[in-house]
Each structure stands twice: as C-alpha cells, then as structure tokens.
C-alpha cells in the first residue's frame, strides 16, 4: 500500500494535470456567445429584421463614434438590438428597445437572452408613439424601424432628447422613400441647420443618418 501510493504520487507529479483529470473548457467569451449565436441564427431572421450587413453596420457606427445611449423603436424579434447592444459592451453603453407586438416582444427578449446581452437591453412592450413621452434622454443613437408614417412625429419629438453630436438613423428610406411618412421627414430635417444628414444606399433599403451638430438657437 505504501509503495502503491508513492508510485500515484510520483506519477502525479511527473503527468501535466490533464492526464489525471479532465480539464474544465475555457469559458465562453462574449464575443464568441454572440458569434455563435448569430451564426446559428442567421438563416433564421423574419419579422422585418435587418439584414447582417446592416447589422455590422449599426456596429461599426456605434463603436466608432462611441455612442453609449441608444433608443431603438422597432425591436421586431431582436436582430438589430443584438448587433446594437454588441456594439454597446465595446462602449460601456445600454440599449433601450420597444416593440408593440407582443409575440415578437418576446421572441427578442429570449434571442437577447441566448445571445449573452440581455444584460445591456431594456427591452420595453408597447406602442413607441405612447411610450417616447416617458423615455429619459439624453441619446446619442436612435435607431428608427417602426411605423414609418410617423417618422417626422417621432423624430419631432425624440429630438430634444437627442445629444449634441448624436444621430436619428432611419431605416428603409430608400426602399420606402415613395411613403409620405419619409418624404416629410426628410424634408424636414434636411432644412434644419443644426442637423446633417445623408443616406447610406448601400444599406438594404437605405438608411438615413442624421447628426445633431449643436444645439438650436
């Protein structure tokens, strides 16, 4: 018995830790939660979501202007808010989202959930054009993908709560620019000095980018 259990531990000592026992995997990164996620989701996306590539997009904006309060109206089942709050956890940022549709609701509210970032997203249910009066700004992003025909109620009343060098993105304003909902609201916004704004085309539908430069006199 002696012997035996000399010989166990001089093999113990010689052996790397692994011979002896398993070794727990690595933890999962975020990063890696959410490539996998997406990933494993990508063919999965309907309900009026965005494309990936307007995913990345929203990403790569986010993170290169390092916008850290972000509102999106439109959560559909949580696509962009993925790509969104992804952007937010390089930034240190959070994501309010609101969705009027129950169903889709809570479709997000699990895809947030298995994705890892549900930690960083407000996901509200109900109808934006109620619930905007009660949201605390300041923002330095608002995405807009709900009802487009009001898209100038809802810009008019988002923009006192829109930062000084935050941006109103509105998405399909190109593939929807014959509503009247859009051409008003560009029109407007367009004739606001403190405001430029563009439109990335090579976005699926289009996405108009307005940058509040400063305060209105």
């Known amino acids: 018995m002696k012997i035996t259990a000399v010989l166990l531990l001089l093999f113990g000592a010689i052996l790397p830790p692994f011979a002896l026992a398993q070794a727990a995997p690595a933890p999962q990164t975020l990063d890696e ?3 996998q996620f997406l990933d494993a989701q990508k063919d999965q996306w309907r309900e009026e979501n965005i494309t990936a590539s307007d995913g990345r997009f929203l990403y790569d904006l986010i ?3 390092g916008y850290s309060r972000v509102l999106e109206l439109g959560t559909s089942t949580g696509h962009s ?3 969104e709050a992804w952007a937010l956890s ?4 959070s994501l309010v989202t609101v969705e009027i549709e129950e169903f889709r609701h ?3 509210v699990r895809n947030f959930k298995a994705s890892g970032l549900d930690s960083l997203i407000d996901a509200r249910l109900g109808d934006a054009r109620k619930l905007i009066g009660e949201l605390e700004g300041p923002f330095d992003f608002i995405f807009l993908d709900a009802d487009k025909n009001w898209t100038l109620n809802y810009f008019q009343a988002l923009l006192p709560k829109l930062a000084t060098g935050g941006c109103f993105a509105v998405h399909g304003v190109t593939s929807l620019g014959y509503m009247k909902g859009i051409r008003d609201f560009l029109e407007y ?12 085309n090579a976005a699926s539908g289009g996405i108009s980018l307005s940058f509040r430069k400063k305060s209105p006199a």
Not at 190 to 200: D, H, I, K, S
Request: glycine fraction near 18%.
């Open 90 to 93: 390089k930034t240190g940022g």
């Open 63 to 65: 993170v290169k202007k």
């Open 189 to 200: 916004v367009r004739g606001l000095g403190f405001m430029e704004t563009a439109v990335e």
């Open 81 to 83: 808010g993925i790509w």
């Open 106 to 108: 809570l479709a997000a």
């Open 33 to 35: 939660r959410v490539r």
